[in-house]
C-alpha cells in the first residue's frame, strides 16, 4: 500500500481520550496513511490502549519513551521517520472527522498546495460548540498571503487541522528557540506560510478540539514577554517577505500583541511572585519597546484605555502594602510608562503620601481629565494641610490651558462651586450656566461672590445668554457698590447703560450709585 499521508499522536496520560483520538484516525474514509503513534512516558493506561489498537490495526507504528518529554518535537521524528508526501499533527486529546484526510488531500492535489487547512470545532466540558473556519473555500497563492493574512491568521496559530507537504516542512522547519515557552505552532506555522507557494483552506469543519476549562496559572515563566514580542516578530518578518507593510497589517500585528500581553499581564498578577518582582516584571512588559509602539499607534481607543484603566487598579490593589523606596520607584516608572501623561500632574512622592488613589489614576489612564478632577477635589475637600496644597497645585496644572479657569487662584473656590467648573471643564456650558441660575436664585449670600460673579459673567459671555449676562453684570454692580468700590461699580453701570438704558433696574442702580457717591 503506497502511504500518501503520515499523522503523529504524541500521548502523555490521556487514557480517557486517546481511543476516541486513535479511532478517528482509523475510521478515515481515505486508508492510504500510516499512523505514528507515541507514548511519551505514560504512568496511567495510555500505553495499553496504545498497544491494544497497533494489534487491531498494522498502520499504527508505536514509538515508546520512558518519561514524559517536553523537549520531544513530533515535526523531528514525522522528518525523520515519515513516508507520507503530506504529514499531520494531531493532538492526543483531539479528533477528526472520517472525510479529514480525503477532503484536504484531494484539495492540495487538486491545486498542487504545500497546505490544506480545515476548520475546527471547539466543544467545551458544558457541550457549547464554537467554530472557527472560512465561509467559502480558499485557494492562495503565495503573493495572496499579505492580503488575507488577518483574515486567515487564527486559522493559522495551531499546527493541527492541516496537511503539510513534507518537502516543505524539511525546507522551512526551524527548531523553536530554547528560551520561547510557548507559541510554538505558530512560529512553525509562520515558517511554513514564507515558503509555501500555495495554500488551500477548505470550508468545512474537519477538527475537533477539546477545549479543557482554561485555569489562570500561579506560576510565571519570566521568558513569557519574549514569547509574546517573539511571534509579533516572526510575523512581520513573514510579512516583509512581500515588501513593505501597510498600516493595516501592523494595525492588525499590533492587536495580537495586545492580546497577547493583555493575558501574560493577567498571568504575572495572578502569580505567586512576591509584590516586588511582579512590579518589576510589570515595569519590564509596559516599558518595552514594543509595548510603547503599541501604545502610540492605539493611543485614543477605548480598547487601549480600558487596558491601561485596568492596568492602574492592578497596581493599585497589590500595591496597598507597599514599602520600600525601589517598589515605589518601580510603581510610579510602570504608571508612567502607560503613556497617559501622569507624571505631568502627579509626582512619585504624590502616591507615597496617599493623594493619589485608584479612581484618580483610571481616570487620567483613560484621558478623563474631568473625573480626574473631580476626585481631586473630592480629596482636596477631606485633606488638611500641605495635602490641601499639593492637590491644588495638580488642579492648577490642569486649569492651565483652559482660558475661563486658569485664572481662578483659591482652592476654596473650587472646592464651592465644584460642579460647575467640573461642567466648563467638560465643556458642558449650557449645564454650567444651569447651575450659575440655581446659585443665584438660591442664595442672597453668595460665598466668594466676586470670583463668582466674574465666572458667571465670562461663561455668560461666551454663550451669548444676553438675560443671564445682564442679570449677572447688575449683580457685580451692586457687589461694588456695597463694597463701596465706586470705580468698579461706575463701569459696570456705564457699561449697563449702553446695553438697555431704559431698564428699570438700570436706572435705580445709577440712581442709587449717584446717591452714595455724594453721601
Given at each position: 500500500?503506497?502511504?500518501?499521508?503520515?499523522?503523529?499522536?504524541?500521548?502523555?496520560?490521556?487514557?480517557?481520550?486517546?481511543?476516541?483520538?486513535?479511532?478517528?484516525?482509523?475510521?478515515?474514509?481515505?486508508?492510504?496513511?500510516?499512523?505514528?503513534?507515541?507514548?511519551?512516558?505514560?504512568?496511567?493506561?495510555?500505553?495499553?490502549?496504545?498497544?491494544?489498537?497497533?494489534?487491531?490495526?498494522?498502520r499504527i507504528r508505536v514509538k515508546r519513551?520512558?518519561?514524559?518529554?517536553?523537549?520531544?518535537?513530533?515535526?523531528?521524528?514525522?522528518?525523520?521517520?515519515?513516508?507520507?508526501?503530506?504529514?499531520?499533527?494531531?493532538?492526543?486529546?483531539?479528533?477528526?472527522?472520517?472525510?479529514?484526510?480525503?477532503?484536504?488531500?484531494?484539495?492540495?492535489?487538486?491545486?498542487?498546495?504545500?497546505?490544506?487547512?480545515?476548520?475546527?470545532?471547539?466543544?467545551?466540558?458544558?457541550?457549547?460548540?464554537?467554530?472557527?473556519?472560512?465561509?467559502?473555500?480558499?485557494?492562495?497563492?503565495?503573493?495572496?498571503?499579505?492580503?488575507?493574512?488577518?483574515?486567515?491568521?487564527?486559522?493559522?496559530?495551531?499546527?493541527?487541522?492541516?496537511?503539510?507537504?513534507?518537502?516543505?516542512?524539511?525546507?522551512?522547519?526551524?527548531?523553536?528557540?530554547?528560551?520561547?515557552?510557548?507559541?510554538?505552532?505558530?512560529?512553525?506555522?509562520?515558517?511554513?506560510?514564507?515558503?509555501?507557494?500555495?495554500?488551500?483552506?477548505?470550508?468545512?469543519?474537519?477538527?475537533?478540539?477539546?477545549?479543557?476549562?482554561?485555569?489562570?496559572?500561579?506560576?510565571?515563566?519570566?521568558?513569557?514577554?519574549?514569547?509574546?514580542?517573539?511571534?509579533?516578530?516572526?510575523?512581520?518578518?513573514?510579512?516583509?517577505?512581500?515588501?513593505?507593510?501597510?498600516?493595516?497589517?501592523?494595525?492588525?500585528?499590533?492587536?495580537?500583541?495586545?492580546?497577547?500581553?493583555?493575558?501574560?499581564?493577567?498571568?504575572?498578577?495572578?502569580?505567586?511572585?512576591?509584590?516586588?518582582?511582579?512590579?518589576?516584571?510589570?515595569?519590564?512588559?509596559?516599558?518595552?519597546?514594543?509595548?510603547?509602539?503599541?501604545?502610540?499607534?492605539?493611543?485614543?481607543?477605548?480598547?487601549?484605555?480600558?487596558?491601561?484603566s485596568s492596568i492602574v487598579k492592578v497596581?493599585?490593589?497589590?500595591?496597598?502594602?507597599?514599602?520600600?523606596?525601589?517598589?515605589?520607584?518601580?510603581?510610579?516608572?510602570?504608571?508612567?510608562?502607560?503613556?497617559?501623561?501622569?507624571?505631568?500632574?502627579?509626582?512619585?512622592?504624590?502616591?507615597?503620601?496617599?493623594?493619589?488613589?485608584?479612581?484618580?489614576?483610571?481616570?487620567?489612564?483613560?484621558?478623563?481629565?474631568?473625573?480626574?478632577?473631580?476626585?481631586?477635589?473630592?480629596?482636596?475637600?477631606?485633606?488638611?494641610?500641605?495635602?490641601?496644597?499639593?492637590?491644588?497645585?495638580?488642579?492648577?496644572?490642569?486649569?492651565?490651558?483652559?482660558?475661563?479657569?486658569?485664572?481662578?487662584?483659591?482652592?476654596?473656590?473650587?472646592?464651592?462651586?465644584?460642579?460647575?467648573?467640573?461642567?466648563?471643564?467638560?465643556?458642558?456650558?449650557?449645564?454650567?450656566?444651569?447651575?450659575?441660575?440655581?446659585?443665584?436664585?438660591?442664595?442672597?449670600?453668595?460665598?466668594?461672590?466676586?470670583?463668582?460673579?466674574?465666572?458667571?459673567?465670562?461663561?455668560?459671555?461666551?454663550?451669548?445668554?444676553?438675560?443671564?449676562?445682564?442679570?449677572?453684570?447688575?449683580?457685580?454692580?451692586?457687589?461694588?457698590?456695597?463694597?463701596?468700590?465706586?470705580?468698579?461699580?461706575?463701569?459696570?453701570?456705564?457699561?449697563?447703560?449702553?446695553?438697555?438704558?431704559?431698564?428699570?433696574?438700570?436706572?435705580?442702580?445709577?440712581?442709587?450709585?449717584?446717591?452714595?457717591?455724594?453721601?
Amino acid at each position: 500500500m503506497v502511504t500518501k499521508i503520515s499523522i503523529a499522536t504524541r500521548a502523555y496520560n490521556v487514557e480517557k481520550y486517546i481511543r476516541q483520538c486513535v479511532n478517528s484516525v482509523l475510521n478515515q474514509t481515505f486508508t492510504e496513511f500510516e499512523y505514528i503513534l507515541m507514548d511519551n512516558g505514560s504512568t496511567d493506561k495510555t500505553s495499553e490502549i496504545i498497544d491494544e489498537l497497533a494489534l487491531i490495526d498494522s498502520r499504527i507504528r508505536v514509538k515508546r519513551y520512558k518519561e514524559n518529554s517536553t523537549s520531544l518535537s513530533s515535526i523531528e521524528i514525522l522528518l525523520d521517520e515519515a513516508c507520507g508526501e503530506y504529514i499531520v499533527l494531531l493532538d492526543s486529546d483531539d479528533w477528526i472527522e472520517p472525510e479529514f484526510f480525503a477532503k484536504l488531500y484531494q484539495m492540495a492535489k487538486d491545486h498542487n498546495a504545500d497546505i490544506a487547512v480545515g476548520g475546527t470545532c471547539f466543544h467545551k466540558v458544558n457541550g457549547e460548540k464554537t467554530f472557527r473556519k472560512i465561509e467559502k473555500e480558499m485557494l492562495l497563492n503565495s503573493v495572496d498571503i499579505p492580503n488575507y493574512f488577518p483574515a486567515i491568521y487564527n486559522l493559522f496559530r495551531p499546527a493541527w487541522g492541516k496537511l503539510f507537504r513534507k518537502d516543505l516542512v524539511k525546507k522551512a522547519y526551524v527548531p523553536t528557540p530554547s528560551n520561547i515557552i510557548y507559541g510554538g505552532d505558530t512560529f512553525f506555522c509562520m515558517n511554513m506560510l514564507e515558503y509555501a507557494d500555495k495554500v488551500v483552506i477548505s470550508d468545512k469543519v474537519l477538527h475537533n478540539y477539546r477545549h479543557h476549562y482554561a485555569s489562570v496559572s500561579n506560576k510565571y515563566n519570566l521568558n513569557r514577554i519574549l514569547a509574546d514580542k517573539f511571534l509579533f516578530y516572526r510575523a512581520e518578518k513573514l510579512m516583509l517577505k512581500f515588501g513593505k507593510i501597510d498600516g493595516r497589517i501592523y494595525s492588525f500585528l499590533f492587536s495580537v500583541y495586545f492580546s497577547a500581553i493583555v493575558e501574560t499581564i493577567n498571568v504575572l498578577m495572578n502569580s505567586f511572585l512576591s509584590l516586588s518582582e511582579k512590579l518589576a516584571e510589570l515595569e519590564i512588559i509596559l516599558k518595552d519597546t514594543l509595548t510603547q509602539n503599541l501604545f502610540s499607534l492605539f493611543k485614543q481607543e477605548k480598547q487601549m484605555l480600558d487596558f491601561k484603566s485596568s492596568i492602574v487598579k492592578v497596581i493599585m490593589a497589590i500595591t496597598g502594602n507597599i514599602g520600600t523606596k525601589e517598589d515605589l520607584e518601580i510603581l510610579y516608572s510602570s504608571l508612567v510608562s502607560l503613556g497617559t501623561g501622569i507624571e505631568e500632574f502627579i509626582l512619585e512622592n504624590d502616591i507615597k503620601k496617599g493623594i493619589v488613589n485608584a479612581t484618580m489614576l483610571c481616570s487620567c489612564a483613560k484621558g478623563d481629565k474631568r473625573e480626574f478632577i473631580k476626585e481631586l477635589i473630592r480629596i482636596m475637600r477631606n485633606s488638611k494641610g500641605s495635602d490641601v496644597k499639593d492637590t491644588w497645585k495638580v488642579i492648577k496644572k490642569l486649569f492651565k490651558d483652559n482660558e475661563l479657569l486658569s485664572w481662578i487662584d483659591k482652592a476654596e473656590f473650587v472646592c464651592n462651586y465644584a460642579e460647575i467648573i467640573l461642567d466648563i471643564f467638560g465643556g458642558e456650558y449650557t449645564r454650567a450656566m444651569n447651575d450659575i441660575e440655581r446659585v443665584l436664585v438660591g442664595n442672597s449670600d453668595i460665598v466668594l461672590e466676586e470670583d463668582f460673579l466674574f465666572l458667571s459673567l465670562n461663561i455668560s459671555a461666551m454663550e451669548k445668554n444676553v438675560p443671564l449676562f445682564i442679570y449677572l453684570k447688575k449683580r457685580q454692580a451692586v457687589f461694588w457698590l456695597n463694597a463701596k468700590r465706586y470705580n468698579q461699580a461706575d463701569e459696570i453701570i456705564k457699561d449697563l447703560e449702553e446695553m438697555c438704558p431704559l431698564d428699570e433696574d438700570v436706572i435705580n442702580l445709577k440712581k442709587y450709585y449717584a446717591r452714595e457717591v455724594a453721601w
